[in-house]
């Protein structure tokens, strides 16, 4: 079965640090661009970063920038975004995806499945 798996959220006091993880399971990762969205209580999925797949260009929605870095290991096939300076307004259901391409705005219909993996908690609370 083809799906991706996010994990690595948590609870975390406001300024702490979370590393979330993305890997797949029955492809190959690495071949794909890949974002991350979140989606807090009765919000719309928003797109937070991705990363292409053939390049080191990445895209963060302006209001992750400085805080956040997404990164990739070809060698475990797996993306990573980690997390700094956490705010409250940062609490969501963090999902990741891949994506046809990663570019400035994406969105999820950069997305090239429908599917939703089961997404990781984050919460920000002091």
């Known amino acids: 079965q083809v799906h991706v798996v996010e994990s690595g959220g948590g609870v975390v006091q406001p300024g702490g640090s979370l590393r979330l993880s993305c890997a797949a399971s029955?492809?190959?990762?690495?071949?794909?661009?890949v974002g991350w969205f979140r989606q807090a209580p009765g919000e719309d999925h928003e797109g937070v970063s991705c990363i292409r797949s053939t390049s080191s260009l990445t895209y963060y929605v302006d209001s992750v920038k400085g805080r956040f870095t997404i990164s990739r290991d070809k060698v475990v096939d797996a993306v990573y975004l980690q997390m700094d300076n956490l705010k409250p307004e940062d609490t969501a259901v963090y999902y990741c995806?891949?994506?046809?391409?990663?570019?400035?705005?994406?969105?999820?219909?950069?997305?090239?499945?429908?599917?939703w993996g089961q997404g990781t908690q984050v919460t920000v609370s002091s």
């Open positions: 995806a891949t994506l046809v391409t990663c570019d400035r705005g994406y969105d999820v219909r950069y997305r090239m499945s429908d599917y």
């Open positions: 029955g492809f190959t990762l690495k071949d794909y661009a």
